[in-house]
């Protein structure tokens, strides 16, 4: 299949699919004998699981490793689940950063809900002092 059947089919642009090829996360494809590139169907499936990876937060070099142990014939499962719980730590603890943040937002502006502007004096604002 042309590269226009691969995007058509898995909404993939042109420049992804080549992309993706020169950073090994698809095989090279055979040429056609005018040298157009001949995709075997399931490059549409890998498409997919790498959107399907990307959309789970992994980086494109985790992906790539998932990718070559299953090349090697191997099940990438019990590497997928500690990516995923790596990945889910991380967003965990953000969460945690982001919700210690929103209080002290909030206790900031109930400060400046609080104070009078023509009272600020002095360097920088009295809200953050």
Known sequence: MRIGAVTAESGATAKTIRFYEQTGLLPEPPRTSSGYRDYPPETTTRLEFIR???????????????????DDGQP????????LEAHLAEV????????????????????????????????????LA
Request: hydrophobic share 45%.
């Open 52 to 70: 399907t990876a990307q959309n789970a937060g992994l980086t494109l070099a985790e992906i790539r490793s998932i990718l070559a142990i299953r």
């Open 76 to 83: 990438p499962c019990a590497h997928v689940t500690a990516l």
């Open 92 to 127: 965990e603890r953000r969460m945690a950063e982001l919700e210690s943040t929103s209080t002290a937002l909030r206790g900031l502006l109930a400060t400046a809900a609080a104070a009078d502007p023509a009272t600020c004096a002095g360097e920088g604002c009295r809200i």
